[in-house]
């Protein structure tokens, strides 16, 4: 069985995702996702910003040709 490798937040949470869903925060999290340019490597939640996200990764790779 493949083991699922588990990546963690380093640093602050204040204004993560993860955070404000926990919080309610519903519409400012709204404000934070309509133009989504990263996703979290963690739980899959977008975001304008990487500012946002545990585990930013680009939405949009460049090709590897």
Excluded: W
Aim: net charge positive; aromatic share 4%.
């Amino acid at each position: 069985m493949e083991k699922k490798v588990q990546h963690k937040c380093s640093g602050d949470h204040k204004g993560h995702l993860c955070v404000l869903v926990s919080d309610g925060l519903f519409d400012r999290i709204r404000a934070l996702v309509r133009n989504p340019r990263y996703i979290c490597f963690n739980c899959g939640r977008v975001a304008d910003s990487r500012e946002n996200l545990c585990n930013p990764m680009p939405l949009e790779q460049k090709d590897r040709t």
